[in-house]
């Protein structure tokens, strides 16, 4: 299903025509993967259209771009007023939020750093990630024969465009084999994350999820919810998470921007706990909802349009 159209893209500076958001075919970023992303979600809460931690997420990108020798022509203040501008002149409510970097026309060999840094942001309306029920149902799920990324090939806590070819054989795999999702092993067979979502882990009323050192994404998401879950009275334990785990788990759900709080009720056919979404994921999902959608922001994670 195409991407449903607004009317504007702000790309580089300025605000275009979604049809004229254009680039060159030698563009650098066409043949060597040089770009880096963001995903964002407006929400329209009790108190008004606000974006869920624009800040934080514009500051990660700096830092993925930075991982790469490079810097952002624009500030991460800069990169958040036009984001505000562009749901205001798409006249959007709930949407989602794209911001993209790249490496644009110029010199076409491996060596980067003679190519122009281009920067677009674009907004549209986009609903639930995995399924209209997902977040009532949960999702099934496997465990990917494709393995993430090593840390000494490529960094994962950049979040770069060419780290998702292998979220994308992770998903594709996983689709073709009628499951929702799969789950990336890292390179000694830990758990290490979704195709494009963090994961937690509840056994015992523990929760527990990996760890930096298994080649995840630092997730925007994965850090609100661990900050939800200790101020519950819930500890989160960072640590190595063996594939075992998975089937003999209470509760399993995904994290991030585009799934939100999704939970998982199977494992290679195996069923998590009774197969029903867990009281620990169910007070994840209501404290999440409390902040995006009645706008209860003690942490002052939203901005407002």
Same mark, same amino acid.
């Given at each position: ?6 009317? +504007?893209?702000w ?31 407006? +929400?329209k809460?009790?108190?008004g259209? #606000? ?8 500051k990660?990108?700096?830092? =993925? ?14 990169? &958040? ?6 749901? *205001?002149?798409?006249?959007?409510? =709930?949407c989602?939020i ?5 490496? $644009? +026309?110029?010199?076409l ?6 190519c ?5 942001? #674009? ?18 799920? &496997?465990?990917s ?14 979040? #770069? $465009? ?8 992770? *998903? ?10 799969? %789950?990336?092993?890292?390179t000694?067979? +830990?758990? =290490?994350?979704?195709?494009?979502e963090? %994961?937690? %882990? ?5 929760v ?7 080649s995840?994404?630092? /997730?925007?998401? *994965?850090?609100?919810?661990t ?35 999704t939970?998982? !009720?199977?494992?290679?056919r195996?069923?998590?706990?009774? /197969?029903?979404? /867990?009281?620990?994921? !169910?007070?994840?999902?209501? #404290? ?6 009645? /706008?209860?922001?003690?942490h !002052?994670?939203?901005?407002? %349009?």
């Open positions: 299903m195409p991407l449903p159209k607004t009317e +504007y893209i790309m580089n500076g300025e605000f275009i025509n979604w049809d004229d958001a254009k680039i060159h075919v030698l563009s650098h970023v066409l043949h060597y993967g040089t770009s880096w992303f963001e995903g964002i979600r407006a +929400y809460t009790s108190k259209v #606000a974006v869920f931690r624009l800040q934080e997420h514009m990660r990108l700096h830092n =993925s771009v930075k991982m790469y020798h490079s810097n952002l022509p624009y500030t991460v203040n800069e990169l &958040c007023e036009a984001t505000l501008e562009i749901i *205001r002149k798409n006249k959007l409510e =709930s989602y794209r911001p993209l970097a790249y490496r $644009g +026309y110029g010199e060999g491996v060596y980067p750093l003679e122009p840094m281009e920067v677009i942001i #674009a907004a549209w309306k986009w609903g639930v990630y995995l399924g209209s029920d997902a977040h009532e149902k949960g999702v099934d799920v &496997c465990v024969s494709w393995r993430r990324l090593a840390p000494s090939t490529m960094p994962t806590l950049s979040k #770069a $465009g060419g780290n998702y070819m292998n979220a994308q054989l992770i *998903r594709m795999e996983a689709n073709k084999n009628g499951y929702h999702e799969g %789950i990336g092993l890292d000694n067979g +830990y758990v =290490s994350e979704g195709s494009g963090n %994961i937690f %882990i509840v056994q015992d009323g523990k527990y999820t990996p760890g930096v050192g298994s995840i994404l630092q /997730g925007v998401t *994965r850090e609100s919810v900050i939800m879950l200790k101020e519950q009275g819930i500890d989160v334990i960072e640590t190595v998470v063996p594939r075992g785990l998975l089937y003999s788990a209470d509760e399993i759900f995904f994290t991030g921007t585009a799934v939100e709080i939970p998982v !009720r199977s494992i290679d195996i069923a998590v706990g009774d /197969g029903h979404v /867990g009281p620990i994921t !169910r007070i994840v999902q209501k #404290a999440f909802d409390s902040v995006v959608k009645d /706008g209860i922001d003690p !002052r994670w939203l901005t407002y %349009i």
